[in-house]
């Protein structure tokens, strides 16, 4: 399993907002487990609420990340508050629109939906609201060590940025 | 990989459960997270929490020998699996790295119809990585 | 604004930040104890706070936390003379005289309770 939940961003303003996609595909290793055929009942194959907050949590850390120019290192140090409505079964998309509410040099906080979207029919419902914190880690945990390129994301955001990849 | 967070059950009490996590280097998505410095992703510790409130739910018999942490209480549950449908103030503190293990702690604070509300606490060395609350309702509920 | 409203905005700015209960936020309740504070929610108590009243506020007025990372104000885990003088400068606020019998760092976040936010917030009106 890779750590990757997200898998294109559609919309990125700079300090305000950010939206992106994620498939949910049967060939992800992780719904084989979540949750198996037993007995008598078939599998019921979703993608887990804490995979989605973190769909959400790389959406906002974008943004987040964009904001500072990536010369911060963001990292998710609270989840605020999570709410869902609905659960992410194969063949749907899920849509993560994230929002900033607040940007500081320590840090930041966020908010934002998750809708799930009928890619036959193009229609969606609401899947989830998701309320995150985030902290510029090098304001609020001196001397730790932590890499200079210290995520995979926050490179390729900026291959997407730079027009890499990026959709439309 | 296989989508199980809780390693082994360490203590069953009335109201709580504790369980661990043994962070391995091994597990493949440690490489993404992050690049050169792996550590558990901050939702896998709560995931880590959900799956312990579930097999406190299953009970000591539960369906822990044969499904696991992550679906085992679905086979009598009319409502399937339950899942984690509200977090309320999850905050992390210490990171967990490869080598270390995280002990999760799970209390039932209420419960209300068919849902489950817990506090959850994971620590690393005794040092607090992970708390919040979290609530666990029936799949099929909706 | 009556003490009573700031009261009622701190509680809701408190219950959204810390996840807790209406019942829990009683005057007396302590923000890093009853209530289970870390430093990141610090951070959101500010920013919340700085929306539901229209005020700025920095992280340092509100926890003087550059006192306890400065040598001369703490000493071997524990509050100076000269620390104690400073805090009760910057943190008008604070309940402090319990603190004052410990001074132990460790239980600095003890010193807010939610009446010390209604009158912080009060002082920055």
Request: no cysteine; hydrophobic share 45%.
């Given at each position: 399993m890779r750590w990757i939940w997200i898998d294109r961003i559609l919309e990125l303003e700079r300090g305000r907002r950010c939206v992106t996609i994620k498939n949910v595909s049967a060939a992800e290793e992780v719904l084989h487990d979540h949750f198996p055929a037993k007995g008598d009942r078939p599998a019921q194959p979703v993608m887990p609420n804490t995979l989605i907050i973190e769909g959400m949590a790389q959406t906002a850390g974008i943004m987040v990340g964009h904001a500072g120019d990536f010369k911060e290192k963001v990292i998710l140090a609270k989840i605020t508050r999570a709410e869902f409505s609905d659960a992410a079964r194969p063949g749907y998309t899920i849509r993560f629109t994230a929002e900033m509410d607040n940007y500081s040099k320590s840090g930041a906080s966020t908010h934002g939906k998750c809708e799930l979207i009928d890619p036959h029919t193009g229609e969606s419902k609401p899947l989830a609201e998701i309320a995150l914190m985030f902290s510029h880690i090098d304001h609020?945990?001196?001397g730790l060590a932590f890499p200079e390129h210290n995520s995979r994301l926050h490179r390729a955001t900026h291959a997407n940025v730079a027009g890499l990849g990026f959709p439309g | 990989m296989r989508f199980e967070l809780i390693d082994r059950v360490v203590e069953r009490q009335a109201d709580a459960l504790t369980g661990i996590k043994n962070v391995s280097a091994a597990e493949e998505y440690l490489a993404d997270h992050f690049p050169g410095f792996p550590v558990l992703p901050g939702v896998?510790?709560?995931?880590?929490?959900?799956?312990?409130?579930?097999?406190?739910?299953?009970?000591?018999?539960?369906?822990?020998?044969d499904g696991g942490a992550s679906g085992n209480i679905s086979g009598n549950n009319p409502g399937g699996p339950l899942v984690v449908t509200q977090v309320r103030n999850v905050r992390y503190g210490n990171m967990v790295r490869p080598g270390q293990a995280?002990?999760?702690?799970?209390?039932?604070?209420?419960?209300?119809?068919?849902?489950?509300?817990?506090?959850?606490?994971?620590t690393v060395d005794g040092q607090v990585a992970v708390q919040g609350r979290f609530r666990l309702e029936p799949l099929n509920a909706a | 604004m009556t003490h009573d409203e700031v009261f009622a905005k701190v509680r809701e700015v408190l219950e959204e930040a810390l996840g807790v209960d209406e019942d829990e936020v009683t005057p007396e309740a302590t923000l890093g104890g009853d209530l289970g504070a870390e430093s990141i929610d610090y951070l959101d108590i500010v920013f919340r706070l700085e929306k539901a009243f229209g005020i700025k506020i920095s992280q340092a007025e509100l926890m003087a936390d550059?006192?306890?990372?400065?040598?001369?104000?703490?000493q071997d885990g524990k509050v100076t003379d000269l620390g104690m003088a400073e805090l009760r400068k910057q943190l008008p606020h604070a309940d402090l005289d319990t603190f004052d019998e410990s001074r132990q760092v460790d239980e600095f976040p003890n010193i807010f309770t939610v009446e010390s936010m209604v009158k912080f917030v009060q002082g920055k009106l």
């Open positions: 609020n945990m001196a | 896998m510790m709560l995931e880590a929490l959900v799956q312990a409130a579930r097999l406190f739910v299953a009970g000591p018999e539960g369906e822990w020998a995280l002990v999760v702690r799970v209390t039932l604070r209420k419960r209300e119809g068919d849902g489950y509300e817990f506090q959850g606490e994971g | 550059n006192v306890l990372s400065d040598p001369q104000y703490v």
